[in-house]
């Protein structure tokens, strides 16, 4: 059995206006108005002055770790970490921070914002090999800095990056969710990503709500479900429109996916449906045998999902 814990979050000081992103990228008052009334997009969060993407994820994987211990570290990232201020020890410095100094690091990337989910999906398999402990436990990092990079943050026709992380424990007993299935996938045709042609945006938005159904429906598959069996979804938090389409294509009532985090907090990389998680179960909508299926979607474009049932506290 592999079990996930409850979901450590970590969030900065600073609030900005999607409206103020969309400005500075040149975009029309007709788009910026689609972000807001279309999209449901209205703030995004930032680093304050003085405050360290480095510290968010600290916080994130302190809540999550509970006072225990991990004997490797999974950070998922979208940017490169030569762009923000994870740089110069950094692995290092986290470990020592957490206690964590005997751990083993390593860096989970350009798969984009499918990265943390894809973690969670290594550290089962690290969890089952041979020679694993009983008690051994991975921790799965998830977060980058928008603000660091202004071209990365807008991404055309579909939402604005904040600075936001996410820290679950994965393990074999004693979670708050268990594992039941999960699956990846990736359509070569955008491998692109945001060097896409208008023609090719303009397909990925067309097609990409279907590739994330499909790639769900073989995440259930995986735990012998099927789509009747999600009682809620935990998405990928790009634009309420894009959910729309969803539901229409999977059948799942859009009720059933949680969407409250959008206009707060927006999209924030691969840390989106573990924070979507979080909020669910802190907002009481979550009961024990709640079968939901996390979904992240990347720029190239990659997908994952994972399927989890909600244990007894």
């Not at 006072?67 to 470990?95: I, K, N, Q, W």
Request: charged share 20%; hydrophobic share 45%.
């Amino acid at each position: 059995m592999t079990t996930l814990s409850r979901v450590g979050v970590g969030l900065p000081g600073g609030v900005e206006p999607v409206a103020d992103v969309l400005a500075r990228a040149g975009c029309t008052p007709l788009e910026r108005k689609m972000f807001a009334k279309i999209y449901g997009l209205r703030d995004s969060p930032v680093l304050s002055p003085g405050e360290r993407m480095e510290d968010l994820l600290a916080s994130a994987a302190v809540s999550a770790l509970d006072g225990g211990s991990a004997s490797l570290v999974l950070y998922g990232h979208t940017l490169l970490m030569a762009e923000l201020d994870l740089c110069g020890g950094f692995p290092d410095r986290l470990r020592a921070s957490l206690g964590l100094s005997d751990a083993r690091f390593f860096g989970l990337s350009h798969i984009n914002c499918a990265s943390v989910l894809r973690g969670v999906e290594f550290a089962r398999r690290y969890l089952a090999r041979p020679d694993a402990g009983s008690d051994e436990r991975v921790l799965v990092l998830g977060g980058d800095q928008g603000s660091a990079n202004e071209a990365a943050r807008y991404i055309q026709g579909t939402t604005v990056s904040g600075d936001a992380a996410a820290a679950v424990v994965v393990g074999r007993s004693g979670g708050r969710y268990r594992y039941l299935g999960g699956a990846g996938a990736r359509d070569v045709r955008f491998h692109r990503s945001m060097r896409m042609s208008e023609a090719e945006f303009g397909q990925f938005g067309q097609v990409c709500g279907a590739l994330a159904v499909s790639t769900m429906r073989q995440a259930c598959s995986a735990a012998g479900l099927g789509l009747d069996d999600i009682d809620w979804v935990l998405p990928h938090l790009s634009n309420r429109m894009f959910w729309r389409t969803f539901a229409s294509e999977s059948g799942i009532p859009r009720s059933r996916i949680c969407l409250d985090l959008i206009a707060e907090r927006g999209h924030n990389f691969g840390a989106d449906a573990l924070m979507a998680l979080d909020h669910a179960d802190r907002a009481g909508r979550l009961r024990p045998g709640d079968v939901c299926a996390l979904i992240a979607i990347g720029q190239g474009a990659y997908f994952q999902a994972l399927v989890i049932s909600v244990e007894e506290s």
